[in-house]
């Protein structure tokens, strides 16, 4: 019957039906082929309200209500002023200002295509404004996009968590450095792309000439509301004063003071909306999660990761070899899928058959998430190309060959955090 289960799904993503048709229907399955199975209706849908029914799960749609917030008070562009202003001048300085304003926005929405968005349809036209090519400028802000779901505070990394059991506060803190890594490896690229390619010094210098006239500290104190965001967050959970759930509370009532009394870029009218458009984008999501749950109680009942830890164990036999076998796969699976509902579906069959290799729990997860992460520029499905391709009037697969060299560089990066866990494991 396993093998049903699993066929019936398959054949429903084959299809492109909704991830939530593909697991609804292959949940139920087992009970319409035998009456008999004890995962009834009943306790399918008991299964779908207590995935729901916890706390850390309060934290997605909070950190997603802190990020449109954010976004709406026009945080991004604050954030990247101050990072041209520190890099203009040399070589690839305003591409690697992209990179970090995108490492730092990922730090306040906890979403690759929501950073994506917010970076790009800011940064893509100055970039373009300063002479470079529009389709590099659109795959620099796709593949830096990715971050946001890397460094913390991770919506997947929560998902994750509540599905393994895993501290979501730890999987925060092990992604701080994987998401360095990832952005530094892009910098390099950036960098020995306009080495090779030259750079319009003039635009260049008399970008950062008029920045530089509005003085270092102006610029500095303009963007250090925005500039705290990730501060209090990752502060706040790292020193042990809140948790991710509680840090996510603050997050939202932080950008509500910053955007309303700070930056007065949000009135109080914009909230009832931005409300209802959080809402309107967890809801999603809260089926995903629900649907998750059930179909892994019915993975469980049918003893899903006792079949494949021994397939696994029969046919490999170390963890290198499993994380050469697993990597591939999410590469390939990350290309259809999107990432928090791989997360719900994979992670709770696989962290047994990991730790029976005696692989972390933390670095697994966040091998996991940066192996699905690069799914975000991959075609067909990749999110982040359907996002910014539209900024720069692009075909998608036109972005997606132009990003090629920044996913080589993701790669490389998750090979070293796939292979060397104290990358992920070290400040914990």
Known sequence: MLGVVFGVFLIAMFLALPMAVAMGTATIIPQLIDSSFPGSMNYIIQGMVGGLNTTPILAIPLFMLSGALMTRGGISKKLFDIFAIVAGKKTAGIPCAVVITCLFYGAISGSGPATAAAVGSMCIPILIGLGYDKVFSAAIVA??????????????????????????????????????????????????????????????????????????????????????????????????????????????????????????????????????????????????????????????????????????????????????????????LGMFMDVGAAVVIIAPILLPVAQGFGIDP???????????????????????????????????????????????????ALLLITFIPQISLCLL
């Open 362 to 412: 933390v670095h697994l997860g966040v091998v996991m998430v940066t192996n699905l992460a690069i799914g975000f520029v991959t075609p067909p499905f990749g999110m982040n190309l359907f996002v910014t391709a539209p900024l720069v009037n692009i075909p998608v697969i036109e972005l997606g060959k132009k990003a090629l060299p920044f996913i080589g560089c993701f790669i490389v």
């Open 143 to 332: 593949t830096a996009g990715g971050l946001g779901v890397i460094i913390p505070p991770s919506i997947p990394f929560i998902m994750y968590g509540l599905f393994t059991n895993t501290s979501v506060g730890s999987m925060f803190i092990a992604g701080i450095i994987p998401g360095c890594l990832i952005a530094l490896t892009i910098m390099f690229y950036c960098w020995y792309y306009c080495k090779r390619k030259g750079e319009d010094r003039q635009k260049i210098d008399a970008n950062y000439a008029s920045l530089k006239n509005r003085g270092f500290f102006r610029v500095f104190l303009d963007g250090f509301w925005a500039f705290l965001t990730p501060v209090i967050i990752l502060g706040g959970i790292y020193g042990g004063f809140v948790t991710p759930t509680e840090a996510a509370c603050v997050s939202v009532f932080y950008a509500l003071i910053v955007c309303l009394f700070f930056y007065r870029s949000l009135s109080f009218r914009d909230i009832p909306k931005l409300l209802k458009d959080a809402i309107a984008s967890y809801a999603p999501i809260c089926l995903l999660i629900a649907l998750a749950t059930g179909f892994s109680r019915v993975l469980i009942l049918l003893k899903a990761p006792e079949a494949i830890q021994t397939l696994i164990t029969s046919t490999m036999s170390s963890a290198t070899a499993l994380f050469i076998v697993l990597n591939i796969l999410l590469l390939i």
